[in-house]
Nanobody
């Protein structure tokens, strides 16, 4: 059974940084594209943030975070990280780790497995 557990969310001032981590278990980690999505308001759909190919050698980002966020993965440790710099109030959301992404490459719209989410709040 796949389990994805996020950590690292919190409250930060605009311009600050946070690092999210996702620990994965349950199946072979390095076979799948992994990524991060976020939900900015209750009732709103999850939007794609960033993804990394199975090796981590190829990454994709939403235009809204390009140049500020960096995704990375460690296949030896089964972890996926998201370094978020230059945070803005509009980055406030629940962030979800996701495994085995679906949709157009680089513009993913869903995933086979999700974590429970971690709250990121950016104050102005």
């Amino acid at each position: 059974q796949v389990q994805l557990v996020e950590s690292g969310g919190g409250l930060v001032q605009a311009g600050g940084s946070l690092r999210l981590s996702c620990a994965a278990s349950g199946r072979t980690f390095d076979k799948y594209t992994m990524g991060w999505f976020r939900r900015q308001a209750p009732g709103k759909g999850r939007e794609f943030v960033a993804a990394a190919s199975w090796s981590g050698g190829t990454t994709w980002y939403a235009d809204s975070v390009k140049g500020r966020f960096t995704i990375s993965r460690d296949n030896a440790k089964n972890t996926l990280d998201l370094q978020m710099n230059g945070l803005k109030p509009e980055d406030t959301a629940v962030y979800y780790c996701a495994e085995d992404l679906g949709g157009t490459t680089g513009k993913y719209t869903g995933a086979a497995y999700w974590g429970q989410g971690t709250q990121v709040t950016v104050s102005s």
